[in-house]
């Protein structure tokens, strides 16, 4: 199965500031079929991102996506309060459906 | 507007059996791959299994295989999950949720295996 590692585990930052997160795997993901999640607290996730760079409907072009192979990141250019989560990235280009630790974004 | 509601959860003793159920609306269910996806309490998320839209391919993540079964009714727009042989490794809020990019999910439902 594919191992998908992000990084860093935990964010502290301010809103207003600009956040890259990483998602590294273990093996080509293909045809980009690499998705990112956001997750509040209390909350089920919601897909933010798929196909490493396509926003789903309804996203705030705040939040970006980009990367191809093994190496993917997602841009959020100026945290808004309700930024503040947990982030996961997914693979869904070869079963098993696969995702990361998760990143968590919390307020410096 | 789509919507996925989980039920089903509850208190279950190691060994005991429960099953899930998904009712989905607002989008053609027959149409879609349908996934459970589970998360143990302040961890990560963990796919369980997924089914094609017709009730084939079946996939089940190992830690589920022989103790777990996807099935789906296309006639009732649901989904559901028949949890056998639970063991506290299983305590969990399980989400469905839509397609292999998890376009949609629900609200998830818990399960707590305990004696």
């Known amino acids: 199965e594919i191992v998908l590692t992000q990084s860093p585990g935990t964010l502290s930052l301010s809103p207003g500031e600009r956040v890259t997160l990483s998602c590294r795997a273990s093996?080509?993901?293909?045809?980009?079929?690499l998705a990112w999640h956001q997750q509040r607290p209390g909350q089920a996730p919601r897909l933010l991102i798929y196909?490493?760079?396509l926003r789903a409907t309804g996203i705030s072009d705040r939040f970006s996506g980009s990367g191809s192979g093994t190496d993917f990141t997602l841009t959020i250019s100026r945290l808004e309060p309700e930024d503040f989560a947990v982030y996961y990235c997914?693979?869904?280009?070869?079963?098993?459906?696969?995702f990361g630790g998760g990143t968590k974004v919390e307020i410096k | 507007q789509v919507q996925l509601v989980e039920s089903g959860g509850g208190l279950v003793k190691p060994g005991g059996s429960l099953r899930l159920s998904c009712a989905a609306s607002?989008?053609?269910?027959?149409?879609?791959?349908m996934s459970w996806i589970r998360q143990a309490p302040g961890k990560g998320l963990e796919w369980v299994s997924d089914?094609?839209?017709?009730?084939?391919?079946?996939y089940y993540a190992d830690s589920v295989k022989g103790r777990f079964t996807i099935s789906r009714d296309n006639a009732k727009n649901s989904l559901y999950l028949q949890m056998n042989s639970l063991r506290a490794e299983d305590t969990a809020v399980y989400y469905c949720?839509?397609?292999?990019?998890?376009?949609?999910w629900g609200q998830g439902t818990l399960v707590t295996v305990s004696s």
């Open positions: 093996q080509s993901v293909s045809d980009s079929y």
């Open positions: 949720a839509r397609d292999a990019r998890l376009r949609y």
């Open positions: 997914q693979q869904y280009g070869t079963s098993p459906l696969t």
């Open positions: 196909g490493a760079s």
């Open positions: 089914i094609g839209s017709s009730g084939s391919p079946i």
């Open positions: 607002g989008f053609t269910f027959s149409d879609y791959y």
